[in-house]
């Protein structure tokens, strides 16, 4: 969308004859920009910066609009349900694409168009349950109930994607330890002897106690997962996840540490927890991040941390935040389990956009193509092309 067509819709805005579409685009655009340097600019009419100016006369126009906000949560309501029976979930009707210099874009959904017929399905409750004797147990096909013993813990399949152990005894005297694994494609839920609940993204895995017997709780994680904790002030729950060490009392945090990513994320909701890496520590509050090099073990702290990005996964949906196109790409390639592959230059723009999970993969990439990067299904694989030299 061009500068031209963008004062076209302001203008039909004005005057009434803008569609639901268009409002609840312009709406989008206006609202995500608020408590940005560009707000700043616009508010000066900076005349070396198109967008300011563009947003200048989109803001002007709003003020203009007697009782724009009523209208534009009954266009809200209206725009959600007709997204339903398409592709988009993506912030309302539009998606921005930020090149390598970060400069915005926006771009009407109605520019994407079919690219391939071949798809992929979404990704869903999968899982296997490898038990202290080596013998696996498929969860996808296992009858809900009672699927086995280990130690003093019986093992449940409470419903689809949740599997629990009976509260712990304390007359167990051996550790029996257990390993929840989801392949690419899939998650799960498992709720520990203690209580604390366990959220699995895909490909990821951990290993645990049947019972928590020692002084301490400890588990083993790859991958991602989200915790929620039960209290035990005389038991410290720690989490090992590729190297580095998460230690609670009781609280929620997700631990991304995927062997193809470059660090090991902690992101604390609620409660405390302290991150250690060999000689190296930190204490964390709640909204802050931390983040542990792979490579040298530094660690250091990320703060005020959009949570609703990090637990997109758990929550459903896909959220990307400034994201650049190869790590957009892991993360789908997990959760359809494909290969990615590139031809030509790896793309160095970055995309700011939301969507569901629930989707065939072909709904994120058209989303996805509206850069100048271009992606096809091929089996089990997807291409990436950028048209960019």
Same mark, same amino acid.
């Given at each position: 969308m061009n500068k031209t067509?963008? %004062?076209?819709?302001?203008?039909?805005?004005l005057n009434g004859a803008s569609t639901p579409e &268009?409002?609840? #685009? %312009?709406?989008?655009?206006?609202?995500?920009?608020?408590?940005?340097?560009?707000?700043? &600019?616009?508010? #000066?009419?900076?005349?070396?910066?198109?967008?300011?100016l563009l947003l200048k006369r989109l803001k002007e126009a709003m003020l203009q609009?007697?009782?724009?906000?009523?209208?534009?949560?009954?266009i809200k309501r209206y725009f959600w349900l007709a997204a339903a029976s398409v592709i988009l979930i993506v912030g309302g009707s539009y998606l921005?694409?930020?090149?390598?210099?970060?400069?915005?874009?926006?771009?009407?959904?109605?520019?994407?168009?079919?690219?391939?017929?071949?798809d992929l399905s979404p990704g869903g409750n999968k899982a296997v349950l490898t038990l202290a004797d080596g013998s696996t147990i498929d969860l996808d096909s296992a009858g809900n109930g009672k699927l086995g013993q280990q130690g003093n813990a019986d093992i449940l399949k409470v419903k689809t994607g949740e599997l629990s152990y009976n509260n712990e005894k304390s007359s167990e005297a051996k550790i029996v330890y257990n390993t929840l694994s989801t392949p690419k494609?899939?998650?799960?839920?498992?709720?520990?002897?203690?209580g604390t609940q366990v959220w699995l993204n895909a490909a990821s895995s951990i290993r645990f106690p049947t019972s928590f017997i020692e002084n301490q709780r400890q588990v083993e994680v790859t991958g991602e997962a989200y915790f929620e904790v039960a209290k035990n002030k005389e038991k410290p729950f720690i989490v090992h996840a590729n190297g580095a060490q998460v230690e609670v009392l009781g609280t929620h945090f997700n631990v991304n540490a995927?062997?193809?990513?470059?660090?090991?994320?902690t992101t604390l909701l609620e409660g405390s927890v302290k991150i250690s890496k060999g000689n190296n520590s930190n204490l964390m509050k709640p909204g802050q991040q931390s983040v542990v090099s792979n490579n040298n073990g530094d660690i250091y702290l990320k703060n005020d941390i959009d949570i609703d990005e990090v637990m997109a996964w758990k929550n459903g949906g896909f959220n990307f935040n400034d994201a650049d196109i190869p790590s957009i790409m892991r993360e789908i390639a997990r959760w359809y389990d494909?290969?990615?592959?590139?031809?030509?230059?790896?793309?160095?723009?970055?995309?700011t956009g939301k969507m569901t999970r629930n989707t065939n993969a072909s709904n994120v990439l058209k989303i996805l193509s509206l850069s100048d990067e271009h992606f096809r299904i091929e089996g089990r694989k997807?291409?990436?092309?950028?048209n960019k030299k």
């Open positions: 067509e963008f %004062l076209h819709i302001i203008d039909k805005f &268009e409002d609840m #685009l %312009l709406k989008r655009y206006y609202e995500s920009f608020q408590s940005t340097p560009i707000w700043n &600019e616009a508010e #000066l009419g900076n005349k070396d910066d198109e967008e300011a609009k007697k009782q724009p906000t009523g209208k534009l949560r009954s921005y694409l930020f090149n390598s210099n970060k400069k915005g874009t926006i771009i009407a959904a109605g520019t994407i168009k079919e690219q391939t017929k071949a494609g899939g998650q799960y839920q498992v709720t520990l002897s203690d995927y062997g193809d990513e470059p660090e090991v994320k494909v290969e990615v592959t590139y031809e030509g230059t790896i793309p160095t723009d970055h995309f997807i291409i990436v092309t950028s």
